[in-house]
């Protein structure tokens, strides 16, 4: 019997060589396939299924932060770079199968809820965000990258990828994410890692109280240079601008009504809570000044407008990056196109960092967006043009 199997293929053996390149292929296919799909956040939800934030509601978390919407995956974090990363990552999912299997309900929240310090360690994030950390990874990972595209963290190469993404080095620049800090400064000085003031980044993130609530642990007393508690404008560099109706190239200065010599007005006329705490005003605070119910109404057509354009430039942002990559993969000269892309991603940013969805300047908020809206436009003509 078996005899008579060698010798078909002893006579065929051409047919045999193709049927045994095409199983050996498609095998391997299927295989990645699943490595590949057991990589994705909908395999992972299925024991990380809970809505909202916290343990056990990882990926709907996942889905509503920031880096959910620029594409980086749950294994771009929790895998670390390289092959052998990928593999280890690989593994780490059937230990998870196994005590799912072995454990209660009550031990796996336990875990959950105490996520060891190393989990994502802060190297790892560096190789995304800061130009240095990504060359000494690069530099000291065995074997190869990568095998066929199964994640975005492969293709990271640094200052490239920041660039596209918008994003400073953080380790560089000390303006970062709309606010004047130096990272490598207090790193370096007061050993601290990415967790003190990004844990939760993901998953649970701390609230920008919070945030500066640990600034002032050192800020209500820091002594020497240090900025105090009162110099809100050495920190928050982009609501400066923003009340100053500045910071963005290619627009005309407006300034808020309601801020410098003009109105008499600063910071803290607005935010009075501070001292008690209270960092940020609601629309309660606009008829402080204002004896008219009408200003509330203002304050949130206002901030209704500007997030809903916000929404739409941001899905309208995903649609343009994917065109911009798809020429690039098609070897256009996309140069151009990538940069006018940057400058309405910075622009856009600049709205999104001062957080106030048009409140401390309405009209320059308004420019801004258009031409946030106008530069996406052109990059699609740009492309058109190139083909
Ligand atoms: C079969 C169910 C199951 C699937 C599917 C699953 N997990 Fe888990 N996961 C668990 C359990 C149970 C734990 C807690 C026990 C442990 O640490 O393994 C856990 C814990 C974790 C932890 C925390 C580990 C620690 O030590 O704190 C991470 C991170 C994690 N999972 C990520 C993922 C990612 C990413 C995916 C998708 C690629 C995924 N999980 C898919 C069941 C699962
Ligand atoms: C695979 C690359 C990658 C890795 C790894 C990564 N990030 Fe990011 N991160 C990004 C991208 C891309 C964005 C841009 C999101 C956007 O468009 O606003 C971002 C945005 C951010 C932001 C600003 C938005 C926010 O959520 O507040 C912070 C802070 C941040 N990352 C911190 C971290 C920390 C801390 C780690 C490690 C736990 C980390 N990142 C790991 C790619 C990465
Ligand atoms: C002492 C607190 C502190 C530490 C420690 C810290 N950060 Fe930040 N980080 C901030 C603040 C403040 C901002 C400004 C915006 C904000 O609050 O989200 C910021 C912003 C960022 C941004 C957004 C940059 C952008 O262009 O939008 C990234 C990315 C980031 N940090 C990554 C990291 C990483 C990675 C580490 C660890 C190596 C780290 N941070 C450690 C306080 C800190
Ligand atoms: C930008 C990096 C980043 C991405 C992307 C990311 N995580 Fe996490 N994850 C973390 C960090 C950092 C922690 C450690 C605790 C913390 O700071 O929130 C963590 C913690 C966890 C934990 C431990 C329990 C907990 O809630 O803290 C689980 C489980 C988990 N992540 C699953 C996922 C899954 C599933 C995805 C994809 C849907 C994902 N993560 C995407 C950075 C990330
Ligand atoms: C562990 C204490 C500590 C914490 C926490 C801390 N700082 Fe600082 N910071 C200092 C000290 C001390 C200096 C003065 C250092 C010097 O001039 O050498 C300083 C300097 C600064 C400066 C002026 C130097 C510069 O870069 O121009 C800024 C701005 C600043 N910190 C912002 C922040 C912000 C924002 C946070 C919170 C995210 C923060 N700091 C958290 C101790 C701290
Ligand atoms: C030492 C630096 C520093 C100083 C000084 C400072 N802040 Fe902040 N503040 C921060 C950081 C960092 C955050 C978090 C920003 C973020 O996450 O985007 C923050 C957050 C805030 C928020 C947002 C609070 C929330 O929960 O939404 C408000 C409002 C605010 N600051 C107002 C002020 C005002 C007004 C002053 C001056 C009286 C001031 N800050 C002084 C660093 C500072
Ligand atoms: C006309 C009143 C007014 C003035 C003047 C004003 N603010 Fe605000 N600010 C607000 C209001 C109202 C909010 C909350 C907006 C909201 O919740 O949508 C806010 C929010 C903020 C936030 C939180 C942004 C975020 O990311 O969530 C910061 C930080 C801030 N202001 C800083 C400043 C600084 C610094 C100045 C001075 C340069 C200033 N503000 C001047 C009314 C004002
Ligand atoms: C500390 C006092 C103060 C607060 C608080 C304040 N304003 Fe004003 N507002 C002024 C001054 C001063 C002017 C400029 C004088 C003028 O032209 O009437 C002004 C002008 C305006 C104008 C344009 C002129 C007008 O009267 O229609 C609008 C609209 C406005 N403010 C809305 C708001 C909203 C919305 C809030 C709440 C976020 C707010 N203001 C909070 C003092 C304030």
Redesign the pocket.
């Known amino acids: 019997m078996l005899k008579n199997v060698f010798d078909w293929c002893k006579r065929h053996i051409v047919l045999f060589t193709i049927a045994a390149v095409v199983f050996v292929v498609m095998f391997g296919f299927i295989n990645v396939q699943i490595l590949h799909m057991t990589s994705e ?1 909908e395999f ?1 939800h299925l024991c ?1 299924p809970a809505q909202g934030f ?2 056990l509601a ?2 709907d978390s ?1 889905e509503h932060s920031a ?1 959910g919407d620029a594409g ?3 294994l ?3 895998g670390r770079p390289g092959l052998i990363g990928y593999a280890k990552a690989k593994l780490g999912g059937l230990k998870d199968t196994y005590m799912q299997l072995t454990i209660s309900r009550e031990e796996k929240l336990e875990i ?1 809820s105490n ?1 060891h310090e190393d ?2 360690p802060s190297w790892h994030c560096l190789y995304c965000h800061s130009d240095e950390g990504n060359k000494i990874v690069r530099e000291t990972t065995r074997g190869p990258m990568k095998l066929v595209n199964m994640r975005m963290l492969d293709d990271v190469v640094n200052p490239e990828f920041r660039e596209r993404k918008g994003l400073a080095d953080i380790m560089e620049e000390d303006y970062v994410g709309g606010v004047h800090f130096d990272h490598s400064l207090h790193i370096e000085e007061f050993d601290l890692t990415c ?1 003190d003031c990004h ?6 993130p701390a609230t920008a109280t919070d945030r500066m609530n640990f600034c002032l642990t050192c800020h209500a007393d820091a002594g020497g240079d240090a900025p105090q508690m009162a110099d809100c404008k050495v920190c928050h560099e982009t609501q400066v601008a923003m009340n100053e109706g500045t910071g963005v190239e290619g627009i005309e200065t407006i300034p808020s009504l309601m801020y410098g010599d003009a109105a008499d007005m600063t910071c803290t006329d607005c935010h009075t809570g501070v001292t008690k705490g209270v960092f940020r005003p609601s629309s309660a605070t606009c008829t402080d000044c204002h004896d008219d119910d009408t200003y509330k109404s203002i304050f949130n057509e206002w901030a209704e407008t500007t997030k809903a354009r916000i929404e739409t430039l941001k899905a309208v942002r995903v649609e343009v990056e994917a065109a911009l990559l798809d020429a690039d993969a098609a070897k256009r000269n996309t140069a151009e196109a990538w940069a006018t892309y940057e400058q309405a991603l910075r622009n856009l940013k600049f709205v999104r960092n001062d957080g106030t969805n048009g409140v401390h300047n309405y009209e320059y908020v308004t420019a801004i967006l258009d031409s946030v809206a106008a530069d996406f436009k052109k990059v699609m003509t740009q492309l058109d043009s190139v083909w």
Request: aromatic letters at 8%; charged letters at 10%; hydrophobic letters at 35%.
């Open positions: 956040p992972c990380h916290g343990p990882e990926v996942w880096h980086v995956s749950c771009d974090c929790h959950l996520p989990l994502v967790r844990f939760g980044v993901v998953h649970n």
